[in-house]
């Protein structure tokens, strides 16, 4: 079977502005802010705003957005805000505080996340979020915010992957909770005060557009079933990211890249999909019947060594192997970072020890973590302060105490630097669609550094999103509210009910998990930490054929109109198979390695990354074309005006 893969481009519909201000880089956000328009506080009451999402993003985007007067409706498919996806972010939150002492800047932060995604994001877009970075950490510390402190009672750092400085601030190993929490509080006043009408429990199932603009949503109540409709002046998307297209990742079983792909369907384009994060510290698989992963935070690394044993297929117990016999290889292959590398240097260098032979338990597919180095140094008391709760996580998971063992670590999809194409504004290619945090592709470029996707949500709802938006939204205040009734909001629901019919009228036979987990293989296999031509091309006719076999036998037990999770499952899985047929031809357009996305055919003689800046140095946006048609690419050309593109050298 021959799979269409045109990636040539018919006709460029989308028009790519990034509308980056003028002048010189510390003074964008500043002459941006200074100089774009307003709502006056009367006007804003008249406006509604959709905010889907309550993570670290949606948050304090709805908290925001509500203290400054606007009406927002807040969604979210889970019982309370507060268990969004990144309640689970365990390591920290960069800021250049500077509080160590040890040469931090605003600068270095943005030059660390623009080098650390390869050079494959926009200047100006990354240095605002480092701009914003102390404003992030003061915001969540006066919301009470229980960072580590120093004895003296200043706020700590530890590191993070990637860089030389200290700059992760942290709450023990649960640092998301605690900003989920800030985010929440200040949601909780604004949901109290009316402001903020919340609706958890609900699925957004299509994006509504009225003369070309968002305006609205379709949501299935997870409760009842019901299908509802929901009107608004601006729609926001802080839904997250698709790290689960692998199936198996360290995200909430949940998250899923639906909203992204229905905004997509609609117009929006989406930014460098193939772009996705491995993480190189997870518990591997235990058994076939996981439905998730579980990671062993970075911050892990700053007092844990990674090692294999020098002999092949070595099955003594780790304590048994003497130090002689041990290969530090990360502190080995890049002296300058050790065991701090970035992540996709990490992953790569742990697959590709296991897969010469030197992978430790029962599958060969794991490498140590060890922490008897640090245990003599410091004592267990100060390991135990700085991670004892990701210990006692790992220990309930495997049964083995890494005080007195080392960790066990593989390999696993974790982040989604790409997502739908923003400019400056966040606003995507459809007027009056914003999409924030790990849900867009702004900042982190082909690699997100550890750390900074709290930071880079948190400064978009907070302080980055709230200003754009009013932008947009000055030009809409002669919009009266928008009904529910027009025709496009009728057809809209027609059309979402249609399509659950859809599925429910198959009554095949298999379960849609079991296409879930067969998907996410083939991702996994062809399109994961190392990706060829050959591979990627295979994945395509394999995604098409599953897909087939899916629309024919998939079977959705129990009705409609109740709770039903089978028929959510099966809407995602539509979806993912069109996502992932989307990052499999953006991997095989992309013919350079950088950052997560790994070509095996273009690699220095070391086996690091080939980057190709004179062919590749673009955004690439992909526009949906229909149905069964290919979508097609579109380039939005990188310029670096004020830092030099270098070979990112780790060693
Ligand atoms: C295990 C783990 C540890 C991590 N640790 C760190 C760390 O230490 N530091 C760091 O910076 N980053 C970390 N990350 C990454 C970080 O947690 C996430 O990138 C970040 O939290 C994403 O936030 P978000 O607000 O963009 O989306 P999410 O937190 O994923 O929130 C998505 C929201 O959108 C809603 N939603 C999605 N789709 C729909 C729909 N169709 N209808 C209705 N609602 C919808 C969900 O209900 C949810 O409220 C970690 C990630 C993982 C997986």
Known sequence: MVVKISIIKKHIMLKLDSKTPEGPLAEKWSKYKSTCKLVNPANKTKLDVIVVGTGVAGGPAAATLAELGYNVKCFCFQDTPRRAHSVAAQGGINAAKNYKHD??????????????????????????????????????????????????????????GGVQVSRTFYASGQTGQQCLLAGYTAMARQIFKGKITMYSRREMLELVLINGKARGIITRNLITGDIEKYSAHAVVLATGGYGTIYYLSTLAINSNASAQYLAFKKGAGWANPCFIQIHPSCIPQLNPYQGKLTLMSESLRNDGRVWVPKQKK?????????????????????????????????????????????GVGKTGLAVYLDFSDAIKKFGQKVIADRYGNLFDL???????????????????????????????????????????????????????????????????????LPVTIGNYLADEIKTPRISTELPEFIEAEKNVREREEKFMSIQGKQTVTSFRKRLGSIMWDYCGIKRTEEGLKKALVLIEELKKEFLRDVKITGNLNEYNTEIIKTLRTEDAFEVAKLLCMDALNRRESCGAHFREEFQTPEG?????????????????????????????DLKFDFVELKERNYK
């Open 394 to 464: 790992y220990e309930k998971m495997t049964g083995i105490n890494s005080y007195e063992e080392p960790m066990r670590i593989y390999p696993a999809g974790h982040y989604t630097m790409g997502g739908l194409w923003v400019d400056y504004n966040m606003m995507t290619t459809i007027p009056g669609l914003f999409a924030i945090g790990e849900c867009n592709f702004s900042v982190h470029g082909a690699n997100r550094l550890g750390a900074s996707s709290l930071l880079q949500g948190a400064a978009d709802g907070y302080f980055v």
């Open 314 to 358: 070595d099955t003594r117990n780790p304590n048994d192997i003497p130090e002689e016999e041990r290969d530090y290889y990360l502190e080995r292959k890049y002296p300058s970072f050790g065991n701090l590398v970035p992540r996709d240097i990490g992953s790569r260098a742990a697959k590709e020890m296991c897969d010469a032979g030197y």
């Open 103 to 160: 040469g931090d800047s605003d600068y270095r932060l943005f030059y660390d996340m623009l080098k650390g995604g390869d050079f494959r994001s926009r200047e100006a877009d990354v240095y605002r979020c480092a701009e914003v970075s102390n404003n992030v950490i003061d915001q969540m510390t006066a919301a009470g915010l229980p960072f580590a402190r120093e004895y003296g009672g200043g706020l700590t750092t530890r590191s993070f």
């Open 608 to 636: 690091e990354a080939k980057r190709n800046d004179a062919e590749f140095k673009y955004v690439s946006v992909w526009e949906y074309q229909g149905e069964d048609k290919s979508p097609v690419l579109n380039k939005e």
